[in-house]
């Protein structure tokens, strides 16, 4: 359903003139503090089932956006694979200038996991870190700035085995 909607939705940005797009995939959401969190006992383990249901997502978008570049003349994209920036930021959190890649910045709860940053949704009491430059995820559901800014780079101007068939970039160099 939700890649139909999504399609019709490209099909209708085409009529209209749309040509260039660009996608990002959902990746391991099972590994967001929010998720994580519903794994029973001490794991620290992501949600297996969610990270299945996403990679689901990810290989259904990639063969619908294959089908339209064959359907419709002129159709092009660039997709990013978000699981290769998160297997390399978590195995090597240094090399992105990381140092806690499981907690969330900004909540409560085991990893940071219960939104309740800012004293939201009815629960005030809440932990907030230092310096959110060296987290992963700022809440329990949203990366950092400083990691937003990584993920726009390497959709910008990534090689191919994380941003493909092109990076946005190449996409868009002959407008």
Known sequence: MVIGNLTASI??????????????????????????????????????????L???HDKALY?????LQSKLKGFKYAKHNISVFLSESVNDPLKFGLKEVNTACCGS??????????????????ELCEDPNEYLFFDSGHFTDKVNGQIAELMWSGHPNVTGPCNLKELFSNI
Do not use: H, W
């Open 11 to 52: 099909e209708e940005i085409y009529k209209v003139g749309g040509r260039k797009f660009g996608f990002m995939s959902l990746g391991q959401l099972g590994c967001t503090p929010v998720l994580r969190i519903l794994v029973p006992g001490n794991s620290s383990s992501c949600l297996e089932d969610a990270n299945a």
């Open 54 to 56: 996403a990679e689901l």
């Open 63 to 67: 063969t619908a956006l294959q089908e």
């Open 109 to 126: 709860g085991r990893y940071g996991g219960i939104s309740s940053c800012g004293g939201k949704r009815g629960v005030t009491e809440f």
